[in-house]
């Protein structure tokens, strides 16, 4: 499966990326700093997220701008899933991710340790709930 993180906190990114490689080497994964740059990245067909996980907090483009300009088009990427990976635990904001079409709201945890349990469960999740006929790469080649 493909994965797609997107923060802007480079620190955070170099995190996520020690966490990912201690238990995903069966995953593609990238990351990206910038969220024009990752919807770029997608609508080329260079590089297929079976799912994107994105930072609600970002300077250039928050994350639930993120999820409306993925969900709300006709086009193919509208059906990739999206996590928010965030700092802010607000019932409001969870709520406005999931109107605007997120499949998760997942609160950043503050212990290294407590980071590769809530990546493992993000993992086996969307590698239990995803199935490998429908993957977005099959959509797309359609």
Known sequence: MNYLFIDDNRVQLMVLKKALEQFCSAHE????????AAIDLIR???????VVVVDFNMREMDGLDFIKRMKFSDDWYSYIPIVVWTTVDCAETAKACYGSGAAGYMIKPTYYKELIGMLRVLIQYWEANLN???????????
């Open 29 to 36: 994964i990238k990351t990206l700093d910038n969220p024009m």
């Open 132 to 142: 490998p006929f429908t993957s977005i790469d099959k959509i797309v080649n359609q």
């Open 44 to 50: 080329s067909r260079v590089f297929l997220p079976d």
